[in-house]
């Protein structure tokens, strides 16, 4: 039975290194070889295979550069030994939600969800501090980023702290990048080809962060960038221009893979342009017109040039040329979806487009590049509606924006990820949309849990209203609360509407399996400390939890249990891992409770192989643990490991 120690891979988020090493290696076995300190590019072998010109290391050439990109990117390839313990108690409908609200700094939580996540998330929806001097934009501690983190965040003793990044610190721009730069790299991995991501941005790092999203995901995949008009009138304060814009750019992951954008009609729309009514209405729903003749935006094409028969029997003949070839024109004619009209002894010719399309499905629109409203002050106005007419967000992103961005962004069964959550918004749009729209979206959002002081200015409605709620004073739990209030809310004025209301909470915390430090004072007690893998205080849940997550199974995985020769049993993905993780197991109870688990696995027929784990000090001797391998492994269950 193998011990998964603290270093091996199951105890650790994604290795992008290797898996980076593994592609080249796929690709040109000739360009890695055997290094000093394991694998290694050969550059002579590179220089080779894409030519010399395409190898540089020049210190001029074009790009987005600054000081600090290489350990940002160092960063974003250091996997994480951190994990994320379940917090039931703090959720909504924990055993059937498939949401996920994550408490934890999102450069370590994005690492941990690579192996769960990566390759299936539709759409990614962030608005990161927009760098205005009085946003904080924490330090990412290379060497160990869980303590820094508690530390930041006040849930251990240190002298780290959150800071603003003033324009004054010589670093403004630098600090952002580099806190921005890591997190992006790791989210595109999340993304599925067809994935999205949108990043809101004022004019403060609009230029920048456009930079860096060609980087990380190619110039390539940009798809728009939009203009939010996000208020009205004001001005009164301003030196020069009222500023009533801010900009989300959207990138695809591939974006030969993204579908064209469609917004579901707007009924006020259908109702103001689509008036026409003929013998079709019933099945194809109001009409409006269309020009049949292209005047422009198409290249001249002869095929397109050709006679259309009006009532009275004249040819007319386009200035320039049709939409449609002659067979599509006059296959539509004969079906009565032609259109005439004479003025000044001229004919033009016009087609009924029709409400609902040959797919039988209502005609949506594309979206403009131009979002007008819904405003921040629709925002504000939600937040006083749920939280008593206390403001303890400032300038939350409108649920309708939000759901907007959906619309097209998504789809109905698709993952939304949102790794700067704030108010909630995003999920409280994401249950919003799937109740108009029928839809079936999860959410995973995270959010730094950042202390709230009622002495700062800007902070003390919010920290007054955590006291009020008896919640410590975190924005991770005004997070919470007003998901549960939309819950509540979207429920009861949905009855009909059985979709998920509720969320999972998890918090990030250092991994339940001890790793051996370096610096020990008292070797004796390191030593009988470290006999037990396990950190004391652990739950079984927080093991079990950590096991999903670190073998790369969704955070919602159906999960069942049985007790077998007294012992709790878990059975995860419908056996694909298996888990005992009961504190004690005689030698008298391994027979009994080693063909419980193999006469269950033979029920679950899991379709791949089975993991079985077993919490290594639970056994009484190593014979114990040897017989439950040796049983297990002669029925079938050969990945037997231990923590």
Not at 391 to 417: A, N, R, Y
Request: proline residues 5%; negative net charge; hydrophobic residues 35%.
């Amino acid at each position: 039975m193998q011990k998964i120690a603290a270093t091996a891979p199951e105890a650790q988020s994604a290795d992008l290194v290797a898996g980076n090493i593994a592609q080249l290696k796929d690709l040109f076995p000739e360009l890695v070889t055997e290094g000093p300190k394991g694998a290694a590019i050969n550059l002579d072998v590179l220089k080779a295979l894409v030519g010399d010109a395409m190898v540089t290391d020049a210190d001029e050439k074009y790009g987005l550069n600054w000081h600090g990109k290489r350990r940002a990117r160092q960063l974003a390839l250091t996997p994480s030994t951190g994990t994320l313990r379940p917090c039931p108690e703090e959720s909504v409908d924990w055993d059937s939600t498939q949401n996920l609200m994550i408490e934890g700094d999102n450069l370590e939580v994005l690492k941990l969800l690579q192996k769960s996540y990566a390759g299936k998330v539709k759409m990614i929806y962030i608005d990161p501090p927009y760098n205005t001097g009085k946003d904080f934009v924490y330090p990412d501690n290379f060497q160990d980023s869980i303590k820094n983190y508690l530390e930041l965040t006040r849930q251990v003793e240190g002298d780290r702290r959150i800071s603003s990044n003033t324009e004054t610190s010589g670093r403004f721009h630098t600090d952002w990048l580099s806190m921005i730069y890591p997190r992006l790299k790791l989210a595109q991995k999340l993304l599925a080809a067809d994935g999205v991501i949108f990043v809101s941005v004022d004019d403060a790092e609009q230029a920048s962060l456009r930079k860096c999203l060609d980087e990380v995901f190619g110039e390539e995949n940009f798809i728009e960038q939009f203009i939010w008009k996000k208020s009205y009138g004001g001005g009164a304060k301003e030196r020069y221009a009222v500023t009533q814009h801010e900009y989300c750019l959207m990138y695809a992951r591939d974006i030969e893979c993204v579908n064209p954008l469609w917004l579901s009609p707007d009924p006020e729309a259908a109702e103001r342009y689509y008036e026409g009514r003929d013998e079709h209405f019933e099945t194809k729903g109001p009409f409006r017109l269309k020009p049949l003749e292209a005047t422009k935006s198409m290249d001249r094409r002869e095929n397109l040039i050709y006679p259309v028969r009006a009532p009275d029997g004249t040819d007319i003949l386009p200035k320039r040329q049709w939409w449609w070839s002659r067979a599509r024109t006059e296959k539509v004619q004969s079906e009565g979806g032609l259109h005439f009209s004479k003025r000044a002894d001229e004919w033009s010719v016009s087609y009924k487009q029709y409400l609902i399309g040959e797919d039988g499905e209502k005609r949506g629109a594309k979206p403009f590049s131009i979002f007008d409203g819904p405003y921040t002050q629709h925002g504000t106005a939600e937040i006083r509606a749920m939280f008593e007419d206390e403001v303890v967000f400032s300038f939350p992103k409108p649920t309708k924006l939000l759901m907007k961005l959906l619309e097209f962004g998504s789809d109905k069964d698709s993952i939304v990820v949102d790794f700067f959550a704030g108010s909630g918004s995003l999920g409280d749009a994401v249950m919003a949309q799937n109740a108009q729209d029928g839809g079936n979206r999860r959410f995973v959002l995270v959010q730094l849990p950042e202390p709230l002081d009622t002495e700062a200015k800007e902070q003390s409605v919010a920290a007054t209203y955590c006291d009020k709620l008896q919640r410590p004073r975190r924005i991770t739990e005004l997070t919470k609360e007003r998901l549960r209030r939309a819950g509540k809310r979207l429920a009861a004025e949905n009855p009909m509407f059985a979709g998920d209301h509720g969320f999972r909470v998890f918090k990030l915390d250092g991994s339940s399996i001890r790793a051996w430090t370096q610096q020990v004072t008292d070797l004796t007690q390191a030593l009988l400390d470290h006999q037990d893998h396990l950190l004391p205080g652990r739950t079984e849940q927080d093991l079990l939890y950590e096991l999903l997550l670190k073998l790369g199974l969704d955070l919602c995985v159906p999960i069942q249990q049985q007790l077998i020769a007294g012992k709790c049993v878990h059975a995860v993905g419908a056996g694909v891992l298996l888990t005992c993780l009961a504190e004690s197991i005689t030698v008298a109870e391994v027979e009994q409770l080693a063909e419980g688990i193999v006469q269950w696995h033979q029920q679950l027929a899991p379709a791949g192989e089975t993991t079985c784990v077993f919490r290594d000090r639970a056994f009484a001797d190593d014979v114990a643990k040897t017989n439950m391998a040796a049983i297990l492994q002669q029925h079938g269950i050969q990945n037997v490991r231990s923590l």
